[in-house]
């Protein structure tokens, strides 16, 4: 257990329970294996039922309630990259290599969130989505949220197009406080984006208090072995895992 990250600030929230499942989680980590996930589930908070998403780079974000029908095949085909719930018992959890994962939590209203946060869904508004749906769903007011990003792709590696980096402008992320030069292996210059540091600057934004979001430090491109990466590892490339639950039984 000890070999999943956690946040200090989530570790200090009474009632809500969070780990990030890196490669060597467990020994060995794959979330992609759903006994892994369960692992992982189990770990953070036992007895709480898993939830899954199903991530197709989108900006969709589900609200869970455990009594609730399970989501559509229309649903699940448009993807769900992001959960969310304020009740107790249920797991949420989300996928990731490269793309940071961000962790909500309202320490008033009890409320929870865990988003996929690939460029295309940071693009697509996903930030926006997920704070707005736990504010109307459980009142949860921006500047009341604590967050936080899990390990992703950093500055020092994540070479983008300007495809990208458009489209982030237009989602309103601030690229040239993100942005840095970027070397190539043949020498010729391009360009690459902090992605995490741009969620944070998202967050900002809609009125979260900076000094309640917290970064994790490690480059999961150029961080080794603890590390799931695709830009690094391709296709074949296992999935890390970021879980969150409000403790209790399901309800
Ligand atoms: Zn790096």
Known sequence: MSDLLRFASFSRLEGVRHGFAGADAFGAFDGRRDEDLRRLAEAID?????????????????????GAPAPSERDLAAGIDGLATAEQGLALTALGADCPMLFLADRARRAIG???????????????????????????????????????????CY?????????????????????????????SLSRAVDLPMGIAARLVALGVDPRAIELAEACTICGGSRFHSHRRGGQAAGRMAGAIAIEGAPG
Request: with cysteine; net charge positive.
């Open 46 to 66: 036992p007895g709480a039922r898993l939830v899954r998403t199903r991530q197709t780079h989108s900006a969709r974000v589900r609200w869970v309630e455990a």
């Open 114 to 156: 865990v988003v996929h946060c690939g460029w295309r869904g940071v693009a697509g508004g996903i930030v926006d989505v997920a704070l707005a749906l736990l504010e109307e769903r459980a009142g949860c007011a921006p500047s009341a949220l604590l967050a936080a990003v899990a390990p992703g792709a950093r500055g020092c």
């Open 159 to 187: 070479e983008v197009g300007s495809e990208v980096v458009e489209a982030l402008e237009r989602a309103a992320i601030p690229v040239a406080a993100i942005a840095r030069p970027y070397v190539r292996s043949d020498g």
